[in-house]
């Protein structure tokens, strides 16, 4: 059983660079795919993406490295980790493109 867990990105206006906290569901036993399925990121940049306190990406990962449309199919648009979930947490730490305002989500597909 999969479940996707939403992580809202708000970029204020003004505001360069931002990081983003949030736990992982409790009761899903493992992480398996990030993607981010909206325009909005542009040319974003992750500086850095940590999942229980180690990178899980490589510094500086571009957005549009795990960014997808709605055209394609749901369960193809992750990008694969395999990762445990331990009462897990993950931090993104976003170099925005430009500083107009604006937000977008970043996924996270969790299964049993």
């Known amino acids: 059983m999969q479940k996707i867990q939403a992580i809202k990105v708000e970029i204020p206006n003004g505001q360069d660079t931002i990081t983003v906290t949030d736990d992982l569901t409790v009761g ?4 398996t795919g990030v993607a981010v399925v909206n325009s909005q990121a542009g040319n974003d940049v992750l500086k850095s ?5 180690k990178e899980l990406l490589p510094k500086n990962t571009e957005v549009a490295l795990i960014q997808s449309t709605t ?5 193809e648009r992750f990008f694969s980790v395999n990762e445990k979930n331990q009462n897990s947490s993950i931090e993104l ?17 969790l299964e049993k």
Not at 49 to 53: A, I, K, S, T
Request: aromatic share 16%; no cysteine; net charge positive.
């Open 93 to 109: 730490t976003i170099k925005a493109s430009n500083t107009a305002g604006r937000a977008y989500n970043v996924y996270l597909r």
């Open 28 to 31: 899903y036993s493992k992480f």
């Open 49 to 53: 993406v940590m999942f229980d306190g």
């Open 71 to 75: 055209n394609v199919i749901p369960d």
